[in-house]
């Protein structure tokens, strides 16, 4: 079972800073590229950053360049993305991805159910 499941989505406010995390109770963690997209009603998903097997190399979309940090941690077979300064367009669905089948392209073949980011005032 390789299903990622996404936590630490949430109601925040304009400014603010957010850590999602990711977990996929697989032995193939550590071994798999992992990404995390977001997606809102109406529009197509959004790729976000991605991070190879070993953390050794990580890609961002320009997007969130700078403000969003990808990382993972293969011991507990954890993957998070930190956001700072939220705005009210991050108010999105967050979808963590596992086992890349490109990374060029940003396909992936697990999906998790996503977690849901509101950033209001």
């Known amino acids: 079972q390789v299903q990622p499941v996404e936590s630490g989505g949430g109601s925040v406010q304009p400014g603010d800073s957010l850590t999602l995390s990711c977990t996929t109770p697989?032995?193939?963690?550590?071994?798999?590229?992992m990404a995390w997209f977001r997606q809102v009603p109406g529009k197509e998903r959004e790729f976000l950053a991605q991070?190879?097997?070993?953390?050794?190399?990580?890609e961002y979309a320009n997007t969130v360049k700078g403000r969003c940090t990808i990382s993972r941690d293969n011991a507990k077979n954890m993957l998070y993305l930190q956001m700072n300064r939220v705005q009210p367009e991050d108010t999105a669905v967050y979808l963590c991805?596992?086992?890349?089948?490109?990374?060029?392209?940003?396909?992936?073949?697990?999906w998790g159910q996503g977690t849901q980011v509101t950033v209001s005032s």
């Open positions: 991805a596992a086992s890349a089948t490109s990374w060029q392209n940003h396909q992936y073949s697990y």
């Open positions: 697989s032995h193939t963690f550590s071994t798999a590229a």
């Open positions: 991070i190879s097997h070993n953390g050794a190399v990580t």
